[in-house]
């Protein structure tokens, strides 16, 4: 029997909602989802929260339009952590970084962001409310511009300025990238989450458990549900409830707090929609991925096997693979969850 207990409520809704805390078998037996619980989190290892757990958890909260789920390692930091996240200043803004542009939204309209300017954003005593990345990665290293990576470890990205994700003072985190979330059944240890290192530091993180692609039309949804208010926990529905109804899969989780708001102040919708839309070729980008499997392949096994000197990896030049194909090391190209969608 699953105990039910009351869950932290967030300062801006104080003595709303009620808590399931549940751990990960219990969503595999069979949870029990009537009009309550509100809210379910999953609190268990970081080892046990495995894709199955966040598909299961994510069909629970989409049989109830208001129900918000999370997960949560079993980690005493959270609260300590989540109220971190909360008290500090933050400017109202929205940083969103995507493959075709950056840029950060104000009350003032939207400017360009230079990816030399990211990491002095994002560490500011009053940084954005909200950072959307759109974009290459996996568990230990998501791009954020060309030669600008998020990573905890500097020898696991590929060439270029790594910003370390401890280092990142937003509280609120949406990846629309490939299994920044894959937890449970990772080859990637804890410690090099990117992820993990934002929950560690205070933020709420809204990603996918397994791979995606061409996820550029719910950047839209992102910015809609950061401006009209809504939690994490609703944001994260919406992206599955889309891909849902267009995949048949259901991939995104919230990490910490799914009652989690932003406060915004930004007017109009992001300029550049049309230009992430028309940036994503998919028949191209899969045409190539197979037309350079054997290539990608060869590198991930000699950097798996051999030490790789730094002649023969001029010789490689392992740099100039498209980093569409780079940045998951650990894994041969395609990866065996590889799903193209056209969303």
């Not at 075709?100 to 560490?123: F, H, Q, T, V």
């Amino acid at each position: 029997m699953v105990a039910f207990e009351s869950w932290p409520i967030p300062r801006e809704r104080p003595g709303e909602g009620h808590g399931a805390s549940v751990t990960a078998d219990e969503v595999l037996t069979g949870l029990s989802c009537g009009e309550k619980p509100e809210v379910i989190i999953v609190s268990d290892a970081w080892g046990k929260i495995t894709p199955e757990v966040v598909s299961a958890l994510a069909l629970c909260a989409l049989q109830q339009p208001k129900r918000l789920v999370a997960v949560c390692p079993a980690n005493p930091e959270l609260v300590s952590g989540r109220e971190k996240g909360e008290a500090q200043s933050l400017s109202g803004e929205i940083l969103v970084i995507s493959e075709a542009d950056r840029s950060l939204l104000s009350s003032k309209g939207s400017r360009p962001i230079l990816g030399e300017e990211l990491e002095a954003i994002m560490s500011a005593d009053a940084p954005p409310s909200a950072l959307i990345i759109q974009g290459h990665g996996t568990e230990h290293c998501i791009q954020l511009a060309d030669a600008v990576w998020f990573s905890m470890d500097p020898s696991l990205a590929p060439p270029g300025q790594v910003i370390s994700p401890s280092s990142c003072k937003i509280p609120i985190v949406i990846f629309l990238s490939c299994a920044p979330l894959r937890m449970g059944g990772s080859m990637i240890p804890q410690r090099f989450s990117v992820a993990g290192a934002l929950f560690d530091a205070g933020a709420t993180v809204i990603g996918a458990c397994h791979n995606v692609f061409a996820v550029f039309s719910l950047i839209e949804v992102a910015l809609h549900g950061l401006m009209e208010g809504n939690p994490c926990g609703a944001i994260a529905n919406k992206f599955n409830e889309r891909m849902l109804a267009r995949t048949g899969l259901t991939p995104f989780v919230t990490l910490g707090d799914p009652q989690r708001r932003a406060t915004i102040e930004v007017v109009g919708t992001f300029p550049q929609r049309d230009a992430f839309i028309s940036h994503s070729n998919v028949a191209a980008c899969v045409a190539t991925a197979k037309r350079l499997t054997w290539l990608v392949e060869l590198s991930h096994t000699l950097q798996r096997c051999t030490p790789l000197s730094h002649e023969l990896r001029e010789v490689l030049d392992i740099a100039s693979i498209p980093r569409a194909f780079y940045w998951s090391p650990q894994s041969p190209m395609p990866p065996l969850d590889f799903m193209p969608m056209n969303i």
